[in-house]
C-alpha cells in the first residue's frame, strides 16, 4: 500500500452540509482501516468535538486537534504535542478582535470562552462539543495564563477578509492567522500548523510523509496538503486551495473523502 496514513479534515471535507458523514464515506474509511491504513482525524476542533467520529480512527492513532495545537493518541489520550500562545500576543490578539467588532473565541485549559451569548457562538459551541463561559476584558490575562491554544475571530465572510488582511498587515508577533471557516479567522502560536501535527502523528506510526494522504477544504488544510505525500482538496475548496493540491476530488456533498479513498487506496 502506497499510502499507509490517512489524514482527513472535519468541516467541510468528512461532513457534509447537514454535519454528517455519509454511508459511502463511512464505508470507505473503515474498509481503508481494514486494509492496514492509519486513518485519523486532522481537525481545528477539540478533542471533545470529535468524540463522536472518534470510531473512524483506527486503534490508538494520533488525531491532531485545534490546528495542530493538541496531538494526543485516539484511545490512550497521550499527548504528544501541545503549544499555547505567549500569553501577551493572546491578550493582544482577544483586544485587536474585540475593537474590530467580532465575536472572540478563546480556547484555553480545554474550556471554551466567549465575548458574547448568541445564536452564532452557540452554534460553534454545539459543533465543538462544549458549552461557552461568557467573558470580559478585564478577565483576558487571567485566562491567558492558563494557556491559550487559540483564539478565533467570528464574523462575516466579508469581514473576515478584511480581518486577516488586518492580521498580515500588523501581525502580532509569535502568532500565526489562518482562515479555517469563511466567518472563522483563527490564531495560534507561529509554530502551530495541521502540517507539524501531521508530521508528529505519521512519526509516532512509522510512516514516512511521502506514504501520507491528507484531505482538506479550507486555507487552514493548505500547509497539510502541501506536507503529504498526496494533497487532496475537496471540490468545494476555495480555488488557491484546489490550485495547491496534487488531486481535486469531488465537494462534500458528493462524498469527495470516499472518492479519493476508493482511487487512491481501495483500487
Request: hydrophobic letters at 45%; aromatic letters at 6%.
Amino acid at each position: 500500500m502506497k499510502y499507509r496514513l490517512i489524514a482527513v479534515d472535519m468541516d467541510g471535507t468528512l461532513l457534509n452540509g447537514n454535519k454528517e458523514v455519509t454511508p459511502r464515506t463511512r464505508s470507505a474509511m473503515l474498509a481503508a482501516a481494514e486494509r492496514g491504513a492509519a486513518v485519523t482525524l486532522c481537525s481545528g476542533r477539540p478533542m471533545q468535538g470529535l468524540e463522536s467520529y472518534l470510531y473512524l480512527v483506527s486503534g490508538d492513532v494520533p488525531v491532531v486537534t485545534y490546528n495542530g495545537g493538541v496531538v494526543l493518541t485516539a484511545r490512550g489520550r497521550k499527548v504528544l504535542f501541545s503549544r499555547t500562545l505567549e500569553p501577551a500576543a493572546a491578550v493582544e490578539i482577544a483586544r485587536r478582535g474585540l475593537s474590530r467588532g467580532a465575536a472572540v473565541i478563546v480556547w484555553a485549559g480545554e474550556r471554551l470562552y466567549v465575548s458574547e451569548l448568541s445564536g452564532r457562538t452557540e452554534a460553534y459551541g454545539r459543533l465543538s462539543g462544549s458549552e461557552g463561559l461568557l467573558f470580559g476584558e478585564a478577565s483576558l490575562e487571567g485566562i491567558a495564563e492558563k494557556g491559550i491554544v487559540k483564539i478565533i475571530w467570528m464574523d462575516s465572510p466579508e469581514r473576515t477578509e478584511e480581518h486577516l488582511a488586518c492580521a498580515e498587515s500588523e501581525p502580532v508577533r509569535g502568532s500565526r492567522a489562518v482562515v479555517s471557516a469563511p466567518p472563522l479567522l483563527e490564531f495560534m502560536d507561529a509554530s502551530v500548523s495541521k502540517a507539524e501535527g501531521l508530521r508528529i502523528a505519521a512519526g509516532y506510526c512509522g510512516v514516512s510523509r511521502e506514504e501520507i494522504m491528507a484531505v482538506g477544504d479550507n486555507y487552514n488544510d493548505l500547509d497539510m496538503l502541501l506536507y503529504a505525500g498526496l494533497g487532496v482538496a475537496m471540490g468545494n475548496a476555495p480555488e488557491a486551495v484546489r490550485r495547491s493540491a496534487a488531486f481535486v476530488t469531488l465537494s462534500n456533498e458528493e462524498d469527495g473523502v470516499a472518492e479519493a479513498i476508493e482511487r487512491f487506496i481501495l483500487a
